[in-house]
C-alpha cells in the first residue's frame, strides 16, 4: 500500500503540470527578446548622445585654446591640424588638438577670410552632430550670428558650430 501511494503522487506531478508548457517557455522567451532589443537601441543611442557631448566639449577647449593664441599674436592661426600638438615657440596651447571622436567623421575649422567674407578676423569651427534634434545646433548657428555673410540657410541642422565672439 505504501508503494502504490507513493507512485500515485510521482504521477501526479508528472501528468499535473508541475514544470512550465511550450507556450509559457515561448511567451516568456519573447518577452526576453523585446527587453535585450530595447536595450540594445537605448545603448546605441546612448553612445551616439555621449559622442556629440565629446564633440560639443572639444570645441570648448580649442575655443580656448584659439582665445589664447588671438591674445598672443592678435589674429587666429590660419589652420589648425586635429589630433596633433599645437605650440608656437616655446607656448603649447594644446598637448593634443582633438578630432572627431566617429571613425571617418572630422572637425572643421576655417579661419580669417575663410570664416568671414568682409575679412574680419574670425574662426569657424564645424562639426557634425549625430543625434539630428540636438536644439544646440540650431542655437550654435544663431550664436554665430547672421554676420560675414552667415545665416541659417549656410548649415544644415545637424551641423554644430562654434565662432569667436
Known amino acids: ?37 530595447l536595450v540594445v537601441v537605448n545603448y546605441s543611442s546612448a553612445r551616439t548622445r555621449a559622442r556629440d557631448v565629446t564633440r560639443k566639449s572639444d570645441f570648448a ?9 588671438y591674445n598672443d599674436n ?36 576655417f579661419a580669417g577670410l575663410a570664416a568671414c567674407s568682409e575679412g574680419i578676423n574670425d574662426f569657424r569651427l564645424v562639426a557634425i552632430l549625430e543625434n539630428k534634434s540636438d536644439a544646440e545646433a540650431v542655437q550654435s548657428q544663431r550664436r554665430c550670428g547672421t554676420d560675414c555673410g552667415y545665416d541659417s540657410d549656410n548649415y544644415d541642422d545637424d551641423q554644430y558650430v562654434v565662432c569667436a565672439d
Open 74 to 109: 592678435n589674429a587666429y592661426p590660419d589652420d589648425i591640424i586635429f589630433d596633433t600638438a599645437w605650440a608656437d615657440g616655446d607656448m603649447t596651447y594644446m598637448r593634443l588638438i582633438p578630432e572627431d571622436p566617429l571613425e571617418g567623421a572630422s572637425y572643421e575649422y
Open 1 to 37: 500500500m505504501f508503494i502504490n501511494s507513493k507512485l500515485k503522487t510521482n504521477k501526479n506531478l508528472h501528468a499535473g503540470g508541475g514544470g512550465f508548457t511550450l507556450i509559457e517557455l515561448l511567451v516568456v522567451i519573447s518577452i526576453i527578446g523585446v527587453l535585450a532589443a
Open 61 to 69: 577647449q580649442i575655443k580656448r585654446a584659439l582665445r589664447l593664441y
